[in-house]
């Protein structure tokens, strides 16, 4: 009996989506498979696939950061953008240097930033290697090298809903997920309010870091020949696991990931499960960047920006080293021995994790991209209601959870405090009452078990559901407000879709046939399951994700205030600052306004001019001061924001202890005092010792 087939997660991370083949499951066969899976009311729960076992790290391997100071460097140094041979070599010279210093040889495995490679020995396990590294005076951190699996009203016809019957294979829901709310589907995002002022700037780069892309795909293409999708770069450093017969180079196309019996035999493939090709990473592009009005196949969510393909996932999973690479190859940050990036993006998409906390590799990457102004979305995890996995758990990551089409948290999402939002993932209530899958997310993929064959799309028996497509519709919305503000950062995208989120719902959901009452969610525990369940803000993030609501917010004068004095202390001038603030592209701030609304008791008023875009005021004492800033653009739009400021406590100057009095007298001063006696004192003890 065939059984349905998941999909990968990107390298290094659980399995998270689920990509169900029904279309040869007969009624007798679905029946068993409800048997091995469970009822059909936990099917309509979601229920996840039997727990896979967890990837160990890559055996003996390391990731390795070097101080910048690092004598190590200095001795084997490597000039700018150094054709990749002069890279590898002056990496294994560094191996070389360092295993020298410890007593094991090493052998360089890539790079993963400018100072940052990959080291392997074939004697000490990583977790052992990795603690040896970090105690060397070069060496600023060592992590084990993880592995990570994936997680997974235009005139296009798969956008809209059809009646029953119209199509064989559906789903007749369309593309339910783009849509306005309506009815029991309350979980859309309502793509349409947001293309409405946007659908994308061909200024924009998206990058999917994932499995790699279909380029023939009808709805991509490549932007050479007028398509979407930029050329990208593969970074799966491992050939047997790139299974396109070489390592990293300029050629992101995805060759099929499938996994064989004899592939799961091997120490390369261990703990992989035997699947077809999932054709990941040509799904999650295509939510972000199909073709859409184009009166044929389906719609992406942000059509006008451009893809970038990073590949750092092949067959069953992906390094922590390629992924990280990948994420600063894609925001335009050097990686030794690869070219630079000539379309550095401003999102980054992650539908790929792992269990664990985020560690220093990662957690070092995320904050130099994010300092760049680049916005990483990522998907929570698709573990049946655990924690939030890496690296959507990293600070600073957009994590996103998904929904039911009726906005409960769907069975198979993670969820936990870090999630920032939610957004669909796709599920399937019916599957117990016929053979279509009724809202799966659609999306572009290719017909081929193995190696590519036909493009097309997933559909009510060939279903794709999961928080790998919740991410990218998020990646999108993230898209389509940078192109409104091109110099929107991180954390105002993700305050913006949080603040503009629709409330979830707490009442319309149902587990089918089982009469088990859907609860609320709570905070996840070890080792235990939590389906479906009614979310809340403490663990499925601010709320439902509404694009047209987020770009509406910033397509605007948004006023923004940044103080320039670091530590505001009473006595001192305090600057504040309007150069953070938002204006639409091609527009301009003309000019600003500051207005004291709140003294606080702790200031007169301003010290400079405020028609300009700093304005300064000098604090009398410590406390509490506001100050209103309106801006104006080109057009004479308006947007205004109230700013409080903490000033400190003028620092209580020091005790000085007096200056020691002196003696009065002529000739050579006078003497303090205290000296005298000691004098006197020492003068005796003298005397009583010659008399001894």
Known sequence: MPFPSFTRLAPGLNCLDMKIGMHSLLPAALAAWLGLFGTVGALGAERSPPPRAALAPMDGEVIVRFKADASVLRRHALAARAPASDARSVLEQRAGTLGGRIGHTLESRGAVGEREQVLRSATLPAADLARVLAADADVEFAVPNGRRRALVAPNDPLYAATAPGVRANGPDSGQWYLRAPAG?????????????????????????????????????????????????????????????????????????????????????????????????????????????????????????????????????????????????????????????????????????????????AYQTAVNEIISRGVIIVAAAGNGAGGAVGVPANCNGVIAVLGLRHVGSKVGFSDLGPEVAIAAPGGNCVNIGAGDACLYPILAATNSGSQGPLTSGYTNSFDISVGTSFSSPLVAAVAGLMASQQPLITAAQVKSTIQSTARVFPTTGADNGTDPTPVTACRAPQNNVEQLQCYCNTAVCGAGMLDAGRAVAAVSQVVAKVTVLTIAPTAGSAVTLSAADSLVEAGRVITAWNWLLIDSGGIVNGFSSATNASTASLTPSAGGVFSVRLTTTDDLGRTGSVDFAVSVAAAPTPPVVNPPPTTGGGGGGGGMAAGWVALLGLATALLLRDRRR
């Open 184 to 360: 029991t589907i309350t979980s859309a995002i309502d793509i349409e309010s947001a293309w409405a002022r946007t659908t994308g700037s061909a200024s924009v780069v998206v990058a999917v870091l994932d499995t790699g892309v279909r380029f023939e795909h009808p709805d991509l293409g490549r932007v050479a020949n007028g398509g979407k999708l930029l050329p990208g770069y593969d970074m799966v450093s491992n050939s047997t696991v790139a299974n396109d017969g070489n390592g990293r180079d300029d050629d992101p196309s995805d060759p099929g990931d499938w996994v064989t019996s004899a592939d799961a035999a091997t120490s390369t493939f261990r703990d992989c499960d035997v699947s077809s090709s999932s054709w990941h990473g040509t799904a999650t592009s295509s939510l972000v960047g199909a073709a859409t009005n184009n009166a044929a196949g389906m719609a992406g969510a942000a059509p006008g920006v451009r893809v970038l393909p990073v590949r750092v996932l092949g067959k069953c999973y992906g390094t922590d080293s390629d992924i990280i690479a990948g994420m600063r190859w894609a925001a335009g940050i050097a990686v030794d021995g690869v070219p630079a990036n000539p379309n550095p993006a401003k999102v980054l998409n992650l539908s790929l994790g792992g269990s664990g906390s985020c560690n220093t």
